[in-house]
């Protein structure tokens, strides 16, 4: 079975950059979509970014189009968000989430806190 461990998540200033990495481990991993949530207190958990199994295709949530990153790596068996220009706004628990032959993400990692100050 696998699992998910985030890693990479602090404490930064606006405008600054962090690196989100998530850890699958178990077999069959190149075979699963991979994806980024993230939740502020309060809020809705809110899609960020989606990479199917090969890392040729990926999706955005509107709000971080253009300034975020995701990418998987399936010989070290590695999903990353690059994150810069960092707002307040993106301040939330980021989850790794992951799916097999599925719509619906139902592997989740136990969260990594990005804080981000003005």
């Known amino acids: 079975q696998v699992q998910l461990v985030e890693s990479g998540g602090g404490l930064v200033q606006a405008g600054d950059s962090l690196r989100l990495s998530c850890a699958p481990s178990g077999p069959r991993f190149s075979a699963f979509d991979m994806g980024w949530f993230r939740q502020a207190t309060g809020t809705q958990r809110e899609f960020v970014a989606g990479i199917d199994y090969s890392g040729m295709r990926t999706n955005y949530g509107d709000s971080v189009k253009g300034r975020f990153t995701i990418s998987r790596d399936n010989v070290k068996n590695t999903v990353e968000l690059q994150m810069n220009s960092l707002k307040p706004e993106d301040s939330a628990t980021y989850y790794c989430?992951?799916?097999?032959?599925?719509?619906?993400?139902?592997?989740w990692g136990r969260g990594t806190q990005v804080t981000v100050t003005s």
């Open positions: 989430a992951g799916r097999f032959r599925s719509n619906d993400y139902d592997l």
